[in-house]
C-alpha cells in the first residue's frame, strides 16, 4: 500500500521525470513502443532485482498505466515519419508472447508510428484507444495474441523464475475471457476502419496469421472467463509442488511472504 500511495503521489507531482526515463530505456524504441510493464522500469523501486520486481509489479501497475497512457497521447500528437501511418496495438492474455511476436528481429513493425501493448478487454477502454488514434488521424491496427490458458501460464511462470515478473490466474482469466467482448465493441463502432489481426499460439511453436474481423470468433475458442479460471487453477494445482512458494503465490493472486 505505502509503494502504491508514493508511486502515485510522485506520478502526480510531476511525470516528466517518468517519461525522461522511459524514452532511455533501450526497450521503448526512442519511446515509440509503449506499455504500462515497460514503465515500471522508470521506478526505483521495481528494477533493483527480480526480488524487487516480485514485490512491486501490483503495487506500481496503477501508477504505470497512467504514464502509459499519458504517453500514448503525447506520441499521438507528434509528427509522423514518411511511411509510418499506423498505430499497433498488441493486446492478449499475459503469456501469449505478445511482445515477441511484434517486435520481429528486434525493431517495430515499417509501418508503425507508435506501437502500444495494453488490454482491451474494457470495451469502454478499447474504445476510448481507437478513438485517439483515429483522431490523431492514424491507422489503428489491433493485433490480438491467442494462446491456451495452460500454456500462457507456464510461459508466465518462467518469467517469473527469470524476471520476477508474472501474472495471477485471476488477471489472465478475465483478460483472456473478457478480450472477446472489447473487441467486439470495436467492430461495431468502428468497422474497417480498425484493421484486426490474431496471431494464434494454440500450437505455441507454428502461429498462424488471421487477418480481418471474420477470425473474431477465434478469440472465444478457449472459453469464457469462468472456465479459463478453472482451467488455470486446475493446472496451477497440478504444479504446486514443482513450484517455489513464491510462483505459486503470485500465480494464485496472493501477496509476496
Same mark, same amino acid.
Given at each position: ?12 507531482? =510531476?511525470?516528466?521525470?517518468? *517519461?525522461?526515463? *522511459? ?5 521503448? *524504441? ?7 510493464? !515497460?514503465?515500471?522500469?522508470?521506478? =526505483? ?19 504505470? /498505466? ?14 509522423? %515519419?514518411?511511411?509510418?501511418?499506423? @498505430?499497433?496495438? #498488441? ?10 511476436? $511484434? ?10 508510428? /507508435? ?17 485517439? $488514434?483515429? =483522431? ?7 493485433? +490480438?495474441?491467442?494462446? !491456451? ?6 510461459? !508466465?511462470?518462467?518469467?517469473?523464475? @527469470? ?22 465493441? @470495436?467492430?461495431? /463502432? *468502428?468497422?474497417? +476502419? @480498425? ?24 478469440? !472465444? ?6 472456465? #479459463? ?8 494445482? +497440478? ?7 513464491? %510462483? ?10
Amino acid at each position: 500500500m505505502a509503494a502504491q500511495e508514493e508511486a502515485t503521489r510522485a506520478v502526480e507531482a =510531476d511525470p516528466a521525470p517518468f *517519461f525522461t526515463r *522511459f524514452t532511455a530505456l533501450p526497450q521503448s *524504441f526512442g519511446g515509440r513502443f509503449i506499455s504500462a510493464d !515497460t514503465f515500471k522500469e522508470t521506478f =526505483d523501486a521495481y528494477r533493483g532485482s527480480p526480488a524487487h520486481r516480485q514485490r512491486y509489479t501490483a503495487p506500481l501497475h496503477n501508477a504505470s /498505466a497512467v504514464l502509459a497512457d499519458a504517453w500514448l497521447r503525447h506520441a499521438l500528437r507528434q509528427p509522423r %515519419a514518411p511511411g509510418r501511418d499506423a @498505430v499497433v496495438l #498488441i493486446t492478449g492474455v499475459p503469456g501469449a508472447g505478445k511482445t515477441a511476436s $511484434v517486435l520481429a528481429a528486434g525493431q517495430l513493425p515499417p509501418g508503425a508510428h /507508435a506501437v502500444y501493448e495494453g488490454q482491451l478487454a474494457k470495451p469502454e477502454t478499447a474504445l476510448a484507444k481507437v478513438q485517439h $488514434v483515429l =483522431d490523431a488521424g492514424f491507422h489503428p491496427i489491433v493485433v +490480438a495474441l491467442h494462446s !491456451t490458458p495452460e500454456r500462457a501460464l507456464d510461459n !508466465t511462470l518462467r518469467r517469473f523464475a @527469470v524476471t520476477g515478473r508474472g501474472a495471477s490466474i485471476h488477471t489472465m482469466a478475465r483478460l483472456q475471457g473478457n478480450l472477446p467482448d472489447g473487441l467486439v465493441a @470495436v467492430c461495431a /463502432a *468502428f468497422g474497417d +476502419a @480498425v484493421t484486426l489481426r490474431i496471431i494464434d499460439r494454440r500450437d505455441f511453436e507454428n502461429p498462424q496469421l488471421l487477418a480481418g474481423w471474420a477470425h473474431l470468433s477465434t478469440l !472465444t475458442s478457449e472459453g469464457d472467463r469462468d472456465h #479459463i479460471q478453472k482451467r488455470l487453477e486446475k493446472h496451477l494445482d +497440478a504444479q504446486r509442488e514443482q513450484l517455489s512458494s513464491a %510462483a505459486w503465490r503470485q500465480a494464485s493472486g496472493l501477496p509476496p511472504e
